[in-house]
C-alpha cells in the first residue's frame, strides 16, 4: 500500500477556499474590510449630517411660516358682545383684549 501526500500547493488552494490563506494576503485583506468599514462610516455621517440640515432648514421655513401667521392673527380684530349688546370686548387674533365698551 503507498500512501502519497498532497502537495502543499494543493493544500494552500483547498485552505484559500475555506477562507485561509497566506498572512500578508490575509493582512491585505483586513485592511481592505477594514477601509472599506471606514469609508462606509464617513458616507453614513455625511448623510446623517445632510440630513439633519435638511430638518433644520425645514423647521425654519415652519417657523418663518408660524410667524407670519401669528403677524396675521395679531392684525385680525374680534369682537363679542354680552347683556343684549350692552358689554362689548374687541380681542385680537391672539386673544389679547384690545377694547372693551360698556353702555349703560
Do not use: H
Not at 477594514?34 to 469609508?39: H, K, M, N, Q, Y
Amino acid at each position: 500500500v503507498k500512501v502519497s501526500s498532497t502537495s502543499s500547493s494543493t493544500q494552500r488552494g483547498a485552505f484559500l477556499w475555506f477562507g485561509g490563506g497566506d498572512e500578508k494576503n490575509d493582512e491585505q485583506s483586513d485592511k481592505d474590510s477594514s477601509s472599506d468599514s471606514a469609508i462606509m462610516a464617513n458616507l453614513d455621517s455625511v448623510s446623517k449630517i445632510m440630513d439633519s440640515m435638511a430638518s433644520f432648514k425645514a423647521s425654519q421655513r415652519i417657523g418663518e411660516r408660524t410667524g407670519a401667521a401669528l403677524q396675521d392673527l395679531q392684525n385680525t380684530l374680534v369682537e363679542g358682545t354680552a347683556a343684549e349688546g350692552k358689554v362689548k370686548i374687541t380681542l385680537n387674533g391672539q386673544q389679547v383684549p384690545v377694547g372693551v365698551q360698556i353702555d349703560e
